[in-house]
Every structure is written in C-alpha cells, then in structure tokens.
C-alpha cells in the first residue's frame, strides 16, 4: 500500500463534488486536491439545466469553465388547459463537457478515476484495489464525501422516475426554445400501478439535436426502461422525430421527500471528522430534486472556509445541512400534498395551477428561495386538492424512502446514473 498527503480529498466526482474541487482549486490554487470517482468519467451520465438567476454572479463564474447550452428565449410549459411561455434564460450543460471542463481546470492528477473508495475517515481515504493499481492510502487534512445519496429509513416520502434519450434527427426539428413540462401526455403510470404525475421534457440542442425526457412522481421506485424507453418513442413519433439516431440515454430514481427525521439520517450517514456535501449530506430540493443552486453555493462555501480543519470543516457542513433542512420545510409540505392529498392521476392539476402563477415566484421556487408571499400565494385560491385531504396530508409523512423495492430502483438508477439529476424541471 503506497501513502500519499494532499490538502483535501473529494469523494464522489459528481456535480456537488467536482464543482467544490474547482471552487477549492479557484480560491487556493497551491492546495493539493484529489477527486476520487469509482466510474469512468466525472459526472457520470447527466445533463444538469438550471435558470439563470438561479445563480449569482459568482456561481456564474465558477460554471464559466465548462460547456453550456443557453436559451435566452426562455423555456415553455404545456398543461392540458393551457400553453405558457416564460421568459427567463434557461441553460444546460452535458456531463461530457463537465467532466472536460474540469479535466482543463484542476493541475494534472488532481482527479483519481476508476476507483472505490474502501473507507473514509477523518484523516483520510483508503482506497480498493482495482484490476491495475494496488491499494492506497490518501491521508489528507480535510475530507469530504460527495457519495450519492442513501436512502434511509430515516427520510420519508416518494420517488422521481425518469429515462432521457439524445436524438439526432435527419430533418429539422423545429422546436425553438425548452419544453421542461409537456403535461398533456398521458398520466398513467407505465408499470400499471395505477395513475401518477407524468410529463416530457423536451431541450432542442442544435437544429438537428433533440433531447426527450420521460418522467413521473410515483409512489414506488420502480424503473421500467422498457415502458420509458417505449413512451420516448412514442412522443417522437407524434412530434415528427421518427428518424432520429439516438447519441445517448441517461435514466434514474430520485427520492422526493416529505418528511422524516433528519438528525437521525445525519447520525446514519455521519463519518466521525468527514465533511458530508451533495445530495448525501441532504441538500437537494425536497419536492424537484434540483440541486444545481446549492451545489454551487455550497463550493462557493467551502473555498471561504479553505482553512478549516477537517473536523471544522465537518461541523461547518452539519450545521449546514440542518438549516437547509429546516428552510425546505415548506416544500416537504407541498410534497405531502402531492402524494397523500391529490389522486395520482390528478397531480396534474397541482402542477398546472402553479405554473399559472408569477414566473419570478415559479423561479424562487426552484431556487428553494421562495418568500413569504410565495408561500402564501402558492397556497392561496381555489386550491387543485380536496380540503379535507390536504389538512390530512399535513399529517402525514409517507413510507420510509428504504425498502427492497427502493433498494432495487436506486441500483437500477445506479447503473447509468450514478449520482444524481440535476434539472429545473
């Protein structure tokens, strides 16, 4: 077993990791960094979309260094009652140009590919053998875990489904701007489970490029490729996009919370001295699974508190992740309303009448920035649920967000995507 030392260890190169890595190298360029991912590449198989004022003028900075997709014409919402164009410059960008980006951006050798790590501690990191290198130890001043997240029976609520396909087309497809919710295709659930909330969203990547993604909130994990695979062709056929060669798909199963017990999941997944970042440590949008806001911010964070101590540092984030737990209160809230106080076939109806409201507020929301008259306002009128079940659903917080089936579905998610999807939609 060889040894080496570094300033700071990252585990997990997804997006919550590789973007504290390049914040970290940003503010201190003499520190020595290592990433450590077990896959082939850095963020996995993914495209991450966001609004621009999601970020502030440094987090655009930090996001500078890599590839992106911009739509300064905004993005669209289709509903059954109604079509919306919203006019806020919408971005995206490919986990291939990410993990470039990076590449470009950290010293050489900053970023260990291809392997597991065996064990973290407050010291440093082991990691497994693999088919060519030996075991290692990288002892380090700080370390931070970025490790997927894990579900826990802890954490409570529902689950995000979803299987995306990069089509090349023959013809031009025609779509001018983001569709990032095509709610008008069928609410069934594809497993036949009954109903759930279901839409498509739609990024037009070049004129003849075209990226189509299945996705529903349903009350189990369950990832049916075939039946996702089967609706993408579907979609594209109705649209004229038949003739497509597909570049890529990505697919996974996101947790949707709605509630739980939080200082215990802490307690689970607490390593003695390790920092815990990205969707692990429990800073994710409880309701959309967006993270792209606090994943920048989060980087931004650590490269202030560069000099902290690695057991600092670990405090620094726990205490972190509390305040984010208890600040996305409220959409544990409106979570449980989706799940326990609309039929599944009826969400629909939630999602439709948010996105009659005000675009700033629908951009605060994504954000996890909504105010107080948000709040209110979101809540506010005729409401898209019964009363009665709504007081109900307050109540409740849903099945625990571990189980065989759930187990199954994060493994299947695993498999292509690793980590986790970060979209404004």
């Known amino acids: 077993m060889t040894d080496s030392q570094v300033d700071c260890v990252i585990v997990g190169g997804g997006l919550a990791g590789g973007l504290i890595a390049l914040a970290l190298h940003r503010a201190r360029p003499e520190f020595r960094i290592r990433v450590i991912e077990a896959g082939r590449t850095i963020g996995g198989n993914h495209r991450w979309s966001w609004f621009d004022s999601d970020l502030s003028d440094e987090g655009r900075a930090l996001l500078a260094a890599f590839r992106q997709t911009d739509w300064v014409d905004g993005y669209e919402v289709k509903f059954p009652k109604y079509r919306r164009k919203l006019k806020t410059t919408y971005r995206s960008m490919a986990s291939p140009d990410f993990h470039e980006g990076l590449l470009r951006a950290l010293p050489e050798g900053s970023v260990i590919l291809g392997r597991k790590a065996a064990s973290l501690d407050a010291r440093g990191v082991d990691l497994a053998p693999s088919q060519y290198e030996p075991a290692e130890r990288i002892t380090a001043r700080s370390v931070i875990d970025c490790r997927s997240f894990k579900p826990s029976e802890h954490l409570k609520g529902g689950w995000q489904v979803f299987l995306g396909r990069h089509l090349r087309l023959d013809e031009p497809h025609g779509v001018e701007r983001p569709v990032i919710m095509d709610a008008t295709v069928d609410q069934l659930a594809p497993h036949g489970n009954g109903g759930s909330y279901r839409f498509v969203y739609v990024l037009p990547l070049g004129g003849h490029d075209v990226f189509i993604e299945d996705t529903y909130y349903a009350d189990d994990p369950l990832l049916d490729r075939g039946a996702l695979s089967g609706r993408i062709d579907q979609y594209a056929r109705a649209n004229g996009w038949q003739d497509g060669v597909p570049v890529h798909h990505e697919a996974g199963v996101l947790p949707v919370l709605t509630g739980g017990d939080f200082a215990a999941?802490?307690?689970?997944?607490?390593?003695?001295?390790?920092?815990?970042?990205?969707?692990?440590?429990?800073?994710?949008?409880?309701?959309?699974?967006?993270?792209?806001?606090?994943?920048?911010?989060?980087?931004?964070?650590?490269?202030?508190?560069?000099?902290?101590?690695?057991?600092?540092?670990?405090?620094?984030?726990?205490?972190?992740?509390?305040?984010?737990?208890?600040?996305?209160?409220?959409?544990?809230?409106?979570?449980?309303?989706?799940?326990?106080?609309?039929?599944?076939?009826?969400?629909?109806?939630?999602?439709?009448?948010?996105?009659?409201?005000?675009?700033?507020?629908?951009?605060?929301?994504?954000?996890?920035?909504?105010?107080?008259?948000?709040?209110?306002?979101?809540?506010?009128?005729?409401?898209?649920?019964?009363?009665?079940?709504?007081?109900?659903?307050?109540?409740?917080?849903?099945?625990?967000?571990?189980?065989?089936?759930?187990?199954?579905?994060?493994?299947?998610?695993?498999?292509?995507?690793?980590?986790?999807?970060?979209?404004?939609?």
């Open 265 to 425: 999941y802490q307690d689970e997944v607490r390593i003695p001295g390790v920092a815990i970042a990205g969707a692990r440590g429990g800073f994710t949008h409880p309701l959309t699974s967006y993270t792209m806001c606090v994943a920048v911010e989060n980087a931004l964070a650590i490269a202030e508190q560069a000099d902290l101590s690695g057991e600092q540092l670990a405090a620094f984030f726990d205490a972190r992740a509390r305040r984010h737990w208890r600040k996305t209160g409220y959409y544990r809230l409106l979570a449980r309303f989706l799940f326990f106080a609309a039929k599944p076939e009826k969400r629909v109806k939630v999602f439709q009448r948010f996105y009659g409201l005000r675009e700033g507020l629908i951009e605060r929301f994504y954000a996890a920035r909504s105010n107080a008259f948000d709040k209110v306002r979101v809540l506010w009128g005729e409401p898209p649920v019964a009363i009665h079940s709504a007081i109900a659903a307050m109540f409740k917080s849903g099945p625990a967000l571990k189980s065989e089936k759930s187990d199954r579905g994060t493994q299947q998610a695993a498999q292509t995507n690793e980590l986790q999807k970060e979209t404004g939609a």
